[in-house]
Structure formats: C-alpha cells, structure tokens
C-alpha cells in the first residue's frame, strides 16, 4: 500500500457521502429488489415449515435499512398470519437512526418488531455468548457486509451457527465477473484495505452447502473521467476504498486505475456514459 492513503471506510462521513451518491449512480438496489421479487419467495418457503407463530430475523451490517425492510415485506407476505422479529446489527449510529425513521414510515402492517443492536459483529457475537444466550434465527442475512469484517471465515461460520432448523443464510457480494472483482484482484494490494471478494473459497473450505443467484447491475462512473468533478473523486474514492484518492494515490496508480476502470473487464460505453459491471452474486446457505 502507498504510505499517504488512507482506508475511505475510517471516514464515516465522506464514507455516506460516496455510499450515497454509488447508490445513486447505480442499478445495485434495484438489482437486488430484482432477486428478491424472483428468487427469494421460494427461498424462504422452508422457513415457515416450524409451523411457528413468529419468524426471528436477523440483519448484519444494514445500513439504513431500505434492503432489509424489502426482505421483511417478502416474508410478511409469504407468511401474513406470523408475527415477525427483527434483530438488527449496525455500527453506524446514523444509519440505525435513518432505518428506524424508514419503519416508521413504512413498516407499519408487516407485524413486525426490532430489536437494535449498535455494534460490529464481533460485539454481537461476544454479547451473546457473554449471555450464554442461544437465540436461533429463521432467516439471516448479510449485504454487502463481508469485506469490512476482520475475519470473513469465522464470521459465517458464527452465524451460521445460530440458524434455526430449516434456516437460510444469505448473502450478497459483487459477482466474480464484476468489474469490482477485475479491479481489486489487479490493485487491491495497493489499496488502503486489504478486502476479500473471495467467500466462495471460504464456503468450500468449510464445506457449506449452497446456492448461487445472480443478476446484472451497472454503475455509472461517467464523472471519474472528468479532472475536479467533486461527485467523480467521491466515486473513485467508493471504487478504490481510499479517502482522497486523487489526491492522495501516487500517479503512476491512478493513471493504471482510471485507465483499467475503461477496460471491458470493467466496465462499457452506452450513450457516451461509462458504465461499470457492478454485476451482483445471491450466496444461499442451509442451516
Ligand atoms: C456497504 S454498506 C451496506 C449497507 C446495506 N446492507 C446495503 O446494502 O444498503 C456496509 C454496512 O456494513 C456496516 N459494517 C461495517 N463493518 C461492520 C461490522 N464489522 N459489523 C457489522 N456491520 C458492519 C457499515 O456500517 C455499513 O452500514
């Protein structure tokens, strides 16, 4: 890594910022309502097979909660009689304020109730077993979550752990023909952040059983071509994971970066636009 950059993810604010403007810039929720409209109502059939009058629910790393409430909804409609609970793991204190502004909103009529749980997974995790508390989950999932733990494999195999009989674990990552996945594999080690993409070696290692959706997803990196376009630094600042990173990348970087970012292993030109594969991967585990 180059001594001067730093990791965007330290940066809470310019971090929502980028995350922001990525969300805006690109189709990745709308792919994801995609999956859950297709593939997830007969994901979540088992589930229900407990016969049980509530569904235990847990969300790790979810932001400010648009994704996990589209979930909610699916399952409140797979199961309208069944009282739903929801626990909620965030670190982000803002974000876990903005998700309970968008229940209010709209999750009146899903039966539903939360608990929130503002720390890392690894707190969650301690929490638990410092309670020697047991609490099983029908349904657990994790979005765009993996890359910022300390460790992806004891993470899922925790998790996993507290699945319920006939539970499900999903999770969502870029696809490995996304242009994230080209990216990182040529820069990463030049990047602030060492993240892995990689859950599907980890899955095999700890011989999993699962299946794997996938959709198509673009984003839009136009304005990261255009020199002191302040929303294309915040976009490559997202892409590369390092705040500042025009400023702060060595030359002979960001001139391999900008110029790779153009390549068809990332991305495409449509009308003069440059779009980036922000191809999506739906990882399903058993219980
Ligand atoms: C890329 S965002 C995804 C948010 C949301 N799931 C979505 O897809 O819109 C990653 C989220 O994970 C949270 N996060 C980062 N590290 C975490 C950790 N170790 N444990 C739990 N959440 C974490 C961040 O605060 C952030 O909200």
């Known amino acids: 890594m180059e001594s001067s950059m730093k990791s965007l993810s330290s940066f809470h604010d310019r971090y929502l910022k980028s995350f922001k403007l990525f969300l805006e810039r690109s189709t990745e929720h709308q792919c994801m309502k995609k999956f859950f409209d297709n593939d997830l109502p007969d994901i979540i059939n088992s589930i229900g097979k407990r016969g049980v009058s509530c569904l235990n629910v847990l969300g790790i790393g979810s932001g400010s909660g648009e994704m996990d409430l589209a979930i909610l909804e699916k399952i409140h409609s797979k199961y309208p009689g069944v009282s739903i609970h929801n626990e909620v793991v965030e670190p982000n204190a803002g974000l876990i304020s903005k998700y309970k502004e968008l229940v209010k909103e709209k999750g009146q009529g899903l039966n539903a109730s939360f608990t929130w749980n503002q720390m890392y997974t690894t707190d969650y995790e301690k929490q638990n077993k410092e309670r020697k508390e047991s609490k099983k989950f029908d349904f657990i999932h994790m979005i765009q979550l993996l890359y910022f733990v300390e460790n992806a494999h004891d993470t899922i195999k925790y998790f996993h752990s507290i699945l319920e009989r006939n539970g499900k674990l999903l999770i969502i ?115």
């Not at 070696?201 to 984003?219: G, P």
């Not at 990261?224 to 030359?251: M, Q, Y």
């Open 173 to 287: 990552q870029t696809a490995n023909d996304s242009g994230w996945s080209s990216l990182w594999t040529k820069f990463g080690s030049r990047f602030p952040t060492s993240i892995s993409l990689d859950v599907q070696n980890v899955l095999a290692e700890m011989k999993m059983k699962y299946q794997i959706y996938e959709h198509s997803s673009d984003f839009d990196i136009t304005e990261c071509f255009i020199e002191g376009n302040e929303n294309g630094d915040c976009l490559l600042d997202f892409l590369t994971d390092s705040a500042d990173f025009r400023k702060t990348a060595p030359e002979d970087l960001k001139s391999e970066v900008l110029q790779h970012l153009h390549q068809p292993a990332c991305s495409r030109e449509e009308n003069k636009k440059i779009l980036f594969r922000n191809n999506l991967k739906f990882i399903v585990i058993d219980y």
